[in-house]
């Protein structure tokens, strides 16, 4: 490729990562990222289930290990599509990622105290409590308006 090619196509380049960029801002940043995160956990649960159950034990008396796993996809899924929505009308995607983890941290947690089945469960409690809890303070942030700078089109 030349010179004169490689420029165009680096410009070209630019101006797509700019408008995916301001069509996803940072709120549908991050929900494709924990949507991402979210549905590869769910398909993997599918594939090869976790061999340590014991944190789970409140959430398997509800359901079985495959209707979880089908509700973690579910929920990346939503948090996939509600990236590509405005900001504001972008909460399910935020609330459904939150949903599936809060279920996950605190079957962790019971697991742990009172139940003593799973002496690490509040490692596993917290870890998940933090991956949902950043969506509920996401889900509160509003897009910065656009410099200048990101507005302007190359030439």
Do not use: N
Request: with cysteine; aromatic share 10%; net charge positive.
């Amino acid at each position: 490729m030349g010179g004169a090619a490689h420029t165009a196509l680096g410009r070209l380049m630019r101006a797509a990562v700019r408008r995916l960029r301001q069509q996803l801002g940072r709120r549908g940043a991050l929900l494709t990222l924990k949507g991402t995160i979210t549905t590869l956990y769910g398909c993997a649960q599918l594939v090869t289930p976790q061999p340590d159950q014991r944190g789970l034990c409140l959430l398997l008396h509800l359901m079985p290990l495959r209707a979880w796993a089908g509700l973690w996809v579910a929920a990346g899924i939503t948090a996939l599509v509600c990236a590509w929505l405005r900001p504001r009308v972008d909460w399910p995607g935020f609330c459904a990622v939150w949903a599936i983890t809060a279920a996950w941290s605190g079957s962790y947690l019971v697991s742990w105290w009172p139940l003593g089945e799973y002496p690490r469960g509040w490692v596993a409690a917290i870890i998940w409590a933090a991956f949902g809890g950043v969506c509920l303070v996401a889900i509160g942030w509003r897009e910065p308006t656009p410099s200048r700078s990101e507005t302007t089109v190359e030439h």
